[in-house]
């Protein structure tokens, strides 16, 4: 694999947790050592804030929402993946900050540059290498979620934004982004992302 650190990215239902399995599979088969982390979340701290930020519980204003993300991520980069590549170790995450600039920047009507600073600073630059971008039709996607959080039973003008926050990040760094027509069948995709990752 041609990548230490990729992340898959997509509005919620878009199949995130399929495509890392069917990869951690791949990865197995092939005897590459990799972790998977998932945002929020990710570690003991990263646990906790994602409690905080999920629950039907809490109401939490959209930049307290970015913050308490950003604050998490600060934490996964220096706590686990930093030394997980470190030690030879590739990351496969699900999600990463460029959530936060699509939902939180582009969805709350934050700012694309705001949330993107914000986040920069929190993980010293830490980006993923490689972003597989599942894009979907949020009217779609959220058909297909059985459990809706939070931030997940927001309303489908608010995932519309974040899918448009998506494809803006993917234009503005086509270096690092392969954008997957979610519709399509999963083994066909992998089989494009394997190719992409220098892994077929």
Known sequence: ???NYVAFEGVDGSGKTSYIEELSNHLEKNS????????????KLGEGIRNLLLSHEYEVEPLTE???????RSNLVEEIIKPSIENGIKILSDRSAYSSVAYQGVGRNLGFDKIYEIND???????PEKVVLLDIDPEISLKRQK????????????FKRVREGYLELADKF?????IVDANNELSSNSKIIYKWLELD
Request: hydrophobic share 45%; aromatic share 14%.
């Open 1 to 3: 694999m041609n990548t």
């Open 32 to 43: 590459i050592n990799f972790k998977v982390v998932r945002e929020p979340g990710g570690s």
């Open 66 to 72: 970015a913050l308490l993300f950003s604050a998490n």
């Open 121 to 127: 600073i929190a993980i010293g630059g830490f980006w």
């Open 147 to 158: 459990i809706n959080d939070r931030i997940g039973s927001s309303d489908l003008d608010f």
């Open 174 to 178: 086509k270096e690092k982004f392969l």
